[in-house]
């Protein structure tokens, strides 16, 4: 038999085994895994890992209303998406964020009327709930009709945040129809308070965010946000967890049995507060929320990635240009082309994960905890999204080399010892040969479900 596409004699790597097989591409899907497949296009994968796509279940492309600056992201659907597809990414997850008063659906439409045209693989949306009227609240079954079922709360930031109880009777909307509520948990009281008093001592500038963000001020708001959600009986994800306190408390959860899971985005697990040190342009570019924290943070996270106590890697993908004024830099990360490779570097050949688990958490994890069941597996009947990725060739991350609609790179001066070579996005290859060959806006809007 023969097949639109053969990928031959490559290394699949999945979350579970790693072989050498043909992968056999009929249309948009996976049709057979196999040896001596044919094809009327083979590809010689020999010396090359063959990865289910990854997914990046947490950026933010085309958003002038993300908190708390008020300032549009670089990125747009487009630029944002080629980006993510030359960094193997053939999946992205942004956000419709409806304000307070306006109809959830209106702000789902709006969101896709931003990708759609735009997009270059696939996308979905989580809906982050700001408005505290509980009349929303009878809104949230349309949502989920339209193949929308995770919600983000915000524990942080003014004019998104919610407090406990409008959080909890949201949770308790959410687990209704067993959709995912997803938390960015921060003390915001506590943080204003003590930037408050920093301010009073002319404390001002990134070498000062730690201090007002401290780790058990987040602590204390997993522990807060995990509490609700039991009490609502909702599935939780905790995002960007940057923290010892916060790892503590997701590993109880789970260890009383309750259904929670763990972000953390690359960020954190390659750079440190010293950055904060500089009290530069990049400095405050990397004065994101929650901060960076000290080495021996970074630590617990990589063992709490080891371990599973966090699920999945993302990146929070919300680079900003710098404003008019200039000696400001508002903060934002530009990770969605180097997630995959930095995993790869810092994790595989750091001897922190094996490929197995890198493969997990940076693309199988994330399709199961985000309900996107037909993509994250090579496996037949599966969406073919396929990367092809070389372990040896070494790439220096800057602004040359990356295509993020950003003028600086987050990781400038860092090597990756391997990165993608080509991706492959519902059959199609979108990116060969270091040019990306898809069409514009080919990208499509993913109904999920769990």
């Not at 492309?61 to 193997?88: E, R």
């Not at 990414?89 to 008063?101: L, W």
């Not at 609502?232 to 790892?247: D, F, P, T």
């Not at 050949?349 to 688990?357: M, T």
Request: aromatic share 8%; hydrophobic share 40%; with cysteine.
């Amino acid at each position: 038999m023969s097949y639109d596409l053969v990928i031959k004699n490559g290394l699949l790597i999945t979350a579970s085994e790693s072989f050498i097989a043909d992968v056999a591409i009929s249309g948009e899907r996976i049709a057979a895994i196999g040896t001596d497949l044919s094809g009327g296009r083979e590809i010689d994968a020999r010396g090359l890992y063959v990865l289910p796509g990854a997914i990046d279940g947490h950026v933010h492309l085309t958003d002038p209303t993300y908190p708390p600056y008020s300032i549009p992201t670089a990125d747009s659907f487009g630029s944002g998406t080629v980006a993510a597809a030359f960094g193997g990414v053939t999946t992205v997850i942004d956000f419709a964020q409806p304000a307070p008063g306006q109809s959830l659906i209106e702000g789902l439409d709006r969101r896709q009327e931003d990708a759609d045209g735009h997009a270059v693989v696939d996308y979905a949306l989580h809906l982050t709930l700001r408005d505290r009227d509980p009349a929303r609240l009878a809104e949230v079954p349309a949502v989920f009709q339209r193949g929308v079922p995770s919600f983000k709360f915000f524990m942080a930031y003014e004019g998104y945040r919610l407090d406990d109880v409008a959080m909890f009777r949201a949770m308790e909307a959410v687990a209704a129809h067993d959709g995912l509520a997803i938390v960015h948990a921060e003390n915001f009281d506590i943080i204003t308070e003590l930037r408050r008093r920093l301010r009073a001592e002319r404390k001002f500038g990134p070498r000062w965010h730690v201090a007002a963000c401290p780790s058990v001020a987040e602590g204390e708001a997993v522990h807060r946000a995990l509490a609700l959600a039991h009490l609502a009986g909702a599935r939780v994800l905790i995002y960007h967890q940057s923290c010892i306190e916060g790892l503590r408390e997701i590993r109880l959860a789970k260890a009383r049995g309750q259904a929670a899971f763990g972000e953390v985005c690359v960020q954190y697990l390659v750079l440190t507060d010293e950055v904060y040190e500089r009290d530069d342009l990049t400095a405050q570019a990397l004065a994101i929320s929650p901060p960076l924290r000290g080495k021996e943070h970074q630590a617990a996270l990589w063992q709490g990635l080891a371990d599973g106590t966090l699920d999945i890697v993302s990146t929070d993908h919300n680079p900003r240009h710098r404003q008019d004024q200039p000696l400001h830099h508002p903060p934002g990360t530009s990770s969605i082309e180097t997630r995959l490779a930095l995993m790869h570097t810092f994790g595989v050949k750091a001897g922190r994960l094996s490929l197995n688990r890198w493969v997990e958490v940076c693309c199988s994890r994330p399709a199961r905890v985000f309900g996107l069941t037909g993509k994250g597996r090579l496996a037949p009947n599966y969406d073919a999204d396929i990367v092809l990725f070389d372990p040896t060739v070494e790439v220096a991350l800057t602004t040359g080399t990356l295509h993020s609609s950003i003028g600086f790179c987050t990781y400038e001066g860092m090597r990756t010892i391997g990165f993608p070579v080509m991706t492959i996005s519902r059959g199609e290859a979108i990116v060969e040969n270091g040019n990306f060959v898809g069409k514009p806006g080919r990208g499509r809007f993913v109904e999920r479900g769990f």
